[in-house]
């Protein structure tokens, strides 16, 4: 296989595990650990868990669009 084939497929392979394992440690932490569930109204840890969602999604676009930048 060429060498920048084999390139763009590991970057697809990487990308799509990054993008796995964030959903799966905010799956654990959200529905498994409760954090993503309240009654009436939201705890610190609740929102605690919100906020730490949304910094750390766009903390992975970045790395992304970093490594999908490097490549062109």
Do not use: C, Q
Not at 2 to 19: C, Q, R
Not at 23 to 52: Q, R
Not at 56 to 63: A, E, G, M, Y
Request: charged residues 15%; proline residues 1%.
């Amino acid at each position: 296989m060429e060498e920048e084939t084999k390139a763009f497929l590991l970057l697809i392979v990487n990308s799509i595990a990054l993008m796995l394992l964030w959903m799966i440690a905010n799956l654990v932490a959200g529905i498994y650990m409760g954090l993503a569930f309240f009654d009436g109204s939201p705890a610190w840890k609740n929102i605690l868990y919100y906020a730490m969602a949304a910094i750390t999604l766009v903390l992975v676009i970045l790395r992304l669009v970093k490594k999908w930048k490097h490549l062109s």
